[in-house]
């Protein structure tokens, strides 16, 4: 007898998962130590295909968005961070799945269309790697790319303040405020064309820098 569970009892069993660690432990730790606080919520598009797009400054990043967004969010995560034990299994119930940076990772990408067409949002750091003060300087062309493989739209979220989590030297996270803003939908490309896909992106940059410049 197989023990396969048929493909839409996987996802929903993904998606319990993913409700459970967000309500019981994601959502506290961002309310409770951070103080964390969102606006913008009003944005998000309750059911379709949808991309966030965010600024990117500490590994707490990805569990923080999923506190923002009110329904579940899979994130293309560097592979690196699935060594770390904890971080793991908390990115891995939270819908994460690694990206190679090296290149153009196409499994990856294959992975952010599987779980739109799962009824996921799909979360994507856009410049690809962490900054200093959580601004955009150097965006990746990925979020378009996919954005125009699925004709999905794109929602910038930016996370303010979560470059100062982690002091240089000390691996206890500090108890500071947080603050989650969410901008105006993005439409997707229209097409996969280099200069249109750069179009976007540069809105996507642009809406994020604004969001973080007004905090």
Same mark, same amino acid.
């Given at each position: 007898? !197989?023990?396969?569970?048929?493909?839409?009892? =996987?996802?929903?069993?993904k998606t319990t998962v993913y409700h459970l660690v967000r309500s019981f432990v994601v959502n506290p730790v961002f309310s409770l130590y951070f103080r964390g606080k969102v606006t913008g919520r009003e944005k998000i598009p309750p059911k379709g295909k949808l991309i966030i797009v965010?600024?990117?400054?500490?590994?707490?990043?990805?569990?923080?968005? !999923?506190?923002?967004?009110? @329904?579940?969010?899979?994130?293309?995560?560097?592979?690196?961070?699935?060594?770390?034990?904890?971080?793991?299994?908390?990115?891995?119930?939270?819908?994460?799945?690694?990206?190679?940076?090296?290149?153009?990772?196409?499994?990856? =990408?294959?992975?952010?269309? #599987? @779980?739109?067409?799962?009824?996921?949002?799909?979360? =994507?750091?856009? +410049?690809?790697? @962490?900054?200093?003060?959580?601004?955009?300087?150097?965006?990746?062309?990925?979020?378009?790319?996919?954005?125009?493989?699925?004709?999905?739209?794109?929602?910038?979220? &930016?996370? &303010?303040?979560?470059?100062?989590?982690?002091?240089?030297?000390?691996?206890?996270? @500090?108890?500071?405020?947080?603050?989650?803003?969410?901008?105006?939908? =993005?439409?997707?490309?229209? #097409?996969? /064309?280099?200069?249109?896909?750069? +179009?976007?992106?540069? /809105? &996507?940059?642009?809406?994020?820098?604004?969001?973080?410049?007004? !905090?």
């Amino acid at each position: 007898m !197989s023990t396969n569970l048929p493909s839409q009892e =996987i996802v929903k069993t993904k998606t319990t998962v993913y409700h459970l660690v967000r309500s019981f432990v994601v959502n506290p730790v961002f309310s409770l130590y951070f103080r964390g606080k969102v606006t913008g919520r009003e944005k998000i598009p309750p059911k379709g295909k949808l991309i966030i797009v965010s600024n990117h400054a500490s590994v707490f990043d990805p569990p923080l968005v !999923s506190a923002a967004i009110t @329904r579940p969010v899979s994130y293309m995560a560097k592979e690196e961070l699935f060594t770390k034990n904890g971080l793991k299994q908390l990115i891995t119930a939270l819908g994460a799945y690694p990206v190679n940076r090296e290149g153009v990772d196409r499994k990856a =990408i294959r992975q952010a269309i #599987s @779980r739109l067409e799962e009824g996921w949002a799909t979360g =994507i750091f856009i +410049e690809g790697t @962490r900054t200093s003060d959580g601004k955009i300087y150097d965006p990746k062309l990925g979020a378009a790319l996919i954005a125009s493989k699925a004709q999905a739209p794109l929602l910038p979220v &930016c996370l &303010c303040g979560t470059e100062k989590i982690l002091e240089s030297g000390k691996k206890f996270p @500090r108890s500071i405020d947080i603050q989650i803003k969410i901008g105006d939908i =993005i439409e997707p490309p229209v #097409s996969g /064309k280099k200069e249109v896909l750069e +179009e976007v992106t540069r /809105k &996507c940059a642009d809406a994020l820098n604004f969001l973080h410049e007004t !905090s």
